[in-house]
């Protein structure tokens, strides 16, 4: 329940709030008639909504409150979702695998619903999820904060676009090369900062991915500068010349496959040897080291495994779009994957995959609000900061309890 107390707040922040918006709500200034109109009802607005919607707002955190101590008694796991315990029963998971791979499938030939721009979002919001996965190997898993991520997506990009443009290498020669280079340039950034750990590794990792896009920005003999490569091949399917309608449902096929593909292969990683010692790294470096565990190879690892899939779909990218250049690989573009794993839930898959439909599905499908979109979006950014830090759906850490055997029987 509200209390009084509680409602006296919430009024004197709408007075507040009605205070700081008074001379853009309600003043407004006509140079042309030379005439101020005051429009006294958007007051009264600014009012009651900023009063309904702090009332909500203290009610949703003293619900929070109310969570976090049952948490801490015990009682119940405000983490345990419903999606999570569908997701523990193995045939509820696999009728929810079908279902949705069922309507990816059908997605392009929805009467009504998908066109070519739908698909080209889905297909974007797709090679998202793939990216958001490749970073959970390291953010999530590993703990190891990286911004410079889309360094190793540039370098996907730029391998095909540059082996395409002079040696007219195809989509799917260059693939596995761009995911191998990728990796690479991930060890290479994965040595130096071994020693590293939280905003010394942030810094270092955002200093190289600013440094891989001012080379490519500045070396103009090598990859054409500012300007970019155009005329990039698009994915080729047994020869057939495919019309763009027709690319485009191609490469959204392609995505939903690479997208299956990454799941299988970070779930099983995540249930690995290798994947139980990079959440050992992530909860406690020093007691991960103690145990026996090379933290060296772990991180490498996780920053040469994650920087694959940015490579692989960095060649995507350049397929996609057929033509590339350096503003297409800004420090935006790893704040945004970076958000994705973050909102979504480190170290859950399943959130991952949310929180990058919902990062990058969200700003395109409120563009009717123009100006304002972003507002919304920040909105439901600090919501989720303050409500779901845990991320939409958040990973549940595993808990190992032990039963001990009766007095005189054996286990």
């Known amino acids: 329940?509200?209390?009084?107390?509680?409602?006296?707040?919430?009024?004197?922040?709408?007075?507040?709030?009605?205070?700081?918006?008074?001379?853009?709500?309600?003043?407004?200034?006509?140079?042309?008639?030379?005439?101020?109109?005051?429009?006294?009802?958007?007051?009264?607005?600014?009012?009651?909504?900023?009063?309904?919607?702090?009332?909500?707002?203290?009610?949703?955190?003293?619900?929070?409150?109310?969570?976090?101590?049952?948490?801490?008694?015990?009682?119940?796991?405000?983490?345990?979702?419903?999606?999570?315990?569908?997701?523990?029963?193995?045939?509820?998971?696999?009728?929810?695998?079908?279902?949705?791979?069922?309507?990816?499938?059908?997605?392009?030939?929805?009467?009504?619903?998908?066109?070519?721009?739908?698909?080209?979002?889905?297909?974007?919001?797709?090679?998202?999820?793939?990216?958001?996965?490749?970073?959970?190997?390291?953010?999530?898993?590993?703990?190891?904060?990286?911004?410079?991520?889309?360094?190793?997506?540039?370098?996907?990009?730029?391998?095909?676009?540059?082996?395409?443009?002079?040696?007219?290498?195809?989509?799917?020669?260059?693939?596995?090369?761009?995911?191998?280079?990728?990796?690479?340039?991930?060890?290479?950034?994965?040595?130096?900062?071994?020693?590293?750990?939280?905003?010394?590794?942030?810094?270092?990792?955002?200093?190289?991915?600013?440094?891989?896009?001012?080379?490519?920005?500045?070396?103009?003999?090598?990859?054409?500068?500012?300007?970019?490569?155009?005329?990039?091949s698009r994915p080729g399917f047994f020869g057939i010349d495919l019309t763009l309608d027709q690319a485009i449902i191609y490469i959204y096929y392609l995505m939903v496959l690479f997208v299956v593909v990454t799941i299988f292969f970070v779930n099983r990683l995540q249930d690995s040897r290798l994947g139980r010692a990079w959440i050992a790294l992530r909860e406690d470096e020093i007691a991960c080291q103690a145990m026996g565990i090379d933290k060296m190879k772990t991180k490498l690892a996780a920053f040469s495994l994650g920087a694959f899939w940015a490579g692989i779909i960095g060649v995507v990218f350049a397929a996609k779009t057929t033509f590339i250049n350096p503003a297409s690989f800004t420090f935006l573009e790893s704040a945004i994957i970076l958000s994705i794993v973050v909102l979504g839930g480190m170290g859950s898959i399943i959130g991952v995959i949310f929180g990058a439909l919902v990062l990058i599905l969200l700003p395109e499908y409120l563009r009717a609000l123009a100006e304002y979109r972003m507002l919304a979006f920040g909105a439901v950014l600090v919501l989720m900061m303050v409500f779901r830090p845990q991320g939409l759906i958040g990973s549940i850490r595993r808990v190992y309890t032990y039963t001990p055997t009766k007095k005189g029987t054996t286990s």
């Open 1 to 232: 329940m509200i209390s009084a107390g509680e409602l006296k707040k919430s009024l004197v922040v709408s007075l507040w709030f009605a205070f700081l918006t008074f001379p853009i709500m309600v003043v407004r200034v006509d140079p042309v008639e030379s005439t101020v109109l005051w429009r006294w009802h958007n007051m009264v607005y600014v009012i009651v909504g900023s009063f309904f919607l702090s009332i909500i707002f203290r009610y949703l955190l003293h619900r929070r409150d109310i969570q976090t101590s049952r948490k801490e008694s015990g009682q119940s796991n405000p983490d345990q979702t419903l999606i999570h315990r569908w997701l523990s029963n193995t045939r509820s998971r696999t009728i929810i695998f079908v279902s949705l791979l069922a309507v990816a499938l059908a997605f392009p030939h929805m009467p009504y619903l998908s066109s070519t721009y739908q698909v080209n979002i889905m297909t974007t919001a797709l090679m998202y999820v793939v990216l958001g996965l490749g970073l959970n190997i390291v953010v999530g898993l590993a703990g190891l904060l990286d911004l410079g991520y889309v360094a190793f997506y540039a370098v996907g990009a730029y391998t095909y676009a540059l082996l395409n443009y002079h040696f007219g290498l195809g989509f799917w020669v260059v693939l596995p090369i761009g995911g191998i280079l990728a990796a690479l340039f991930g060890i290479i950034l994965g040595f130096p900062v071994l020693r590293l750990r939280g905003d010394y590794l942030a810094i270092v990792t955002l200093g190289f991915g600013e440094i891989i896009r001012l080379v490519l920005e500045n070396w103009g003999d090598f990859s054409q500068g500012p300007s970019g490569i155009s005329n990039i």
